[in-house]
């Protein structure tokens, strides 16, 4: 079955300890993002990934790190999470850029930072 | 700025009834516009794309529709279920050298039986 799966679904942390988010498609996708999501907002894209080993920052970038040394994982990474980072976030792929190419998005993980 | 607004924020309608879901924007260069409906607790779900030459695009009982001039978009749910209860998200990707993708903030349907 085509999808992208995350994981952990929930996580509940303490502000400063380091953590990471996998996230990992099975669609050969060229295309995977970072989105968090929070309560009257839209999606806001944290970072974003064209191809293998190319990464670039999306509209809310600050205090996360991603990396993509294959084709199929994009780990979110949180160094020093803080409470204003309670989320929940989204991992999605697409063919190529999402402008053209439907987004498949994971089922979100739901992250509370203490 | 490049924005997409939705309205209403949410909405209760009976089963089996019609309902009318809202998008506004003003990204621009306009590339094309998507509907997706979130489950809760799962990730978005793509119903519809129509880009600036279509004006109308159906996924069953979803009918979307886009006038590219006045920059508006409308969900149209037809026959109400139960499992329609979600939130709708309009998103809009303009034809820049960033390829940006806008997405609004979504109106909560909830059907009610």
């Known amino acids: 079955e085509a999808q992208v799966t995350q994981n952990p679904r929930y996580l509940i942390t303490v502000t400063g300890k380091k953590l990471t988010v996998t996230c990992s498609q099975n669609?050969?996708?060229?295309?995977m993002s970072w989105y968090r999501q929070d309560p009257g907002l839209g999606l806001r894209q944290i970072y974003y990934s064209m191809n293998v080993e190319v990464t670039d920052k999306g509209d809310v970038p600050e205090g996360y790190k991603v990396s993509r040394k294959e084709k199929r994982n994009f780990p979110l990474i949180l160094e020093s999470p803080s409470p204003n980072q309670t989320s929940l976030y989204f991992c999605?792929?697409?063919?190529?850029?999402?402008?053209?190419?439907?987004?498949?998005f994971g089922p979100g993980t739901r992250l509370t930072v203490l | 700025k490049n924005q997409v607004e939705q309205s209403p924020q949410s909405l209760i309608i009976l089963e089996g009834k019609n309902c009318t879901l809202q998008?506004?924007?003003?990204?621009?260069?306009?590339?094309?516009l998507r509907w997706y409906k979130q489950d809760t607790g799962r990730g978005p779900v793509s119903l519809t794309i129509m880009t600036f030459s279509e004006n109308t695009k159906s996924n069953g009982r979803y009918t979307a529709t886009l006038d590219a001039d006045t920059k508006q978009s409308s969900l149209h749910i037809t026959a109400s279920q139960l499992s329609d209860s979600a939130s709708y998200i309009c998103v809009v990707s303009a034809n820049t050298g960033g390829f940006k993708t806008i997405f609004g903030a979504g109106t909560r349907l909830f059907v009610k039986a």
């Open positions: 999605a792929s697409s063919l190529s850029v999402p402008t053209y190419n439907e987004q498949f």
């Open positions: 998008c506004n924007y003003t990204v621009s260069p306009f590339s094309n």
């Open positions: 669609m050969n996708h060229e295309y």
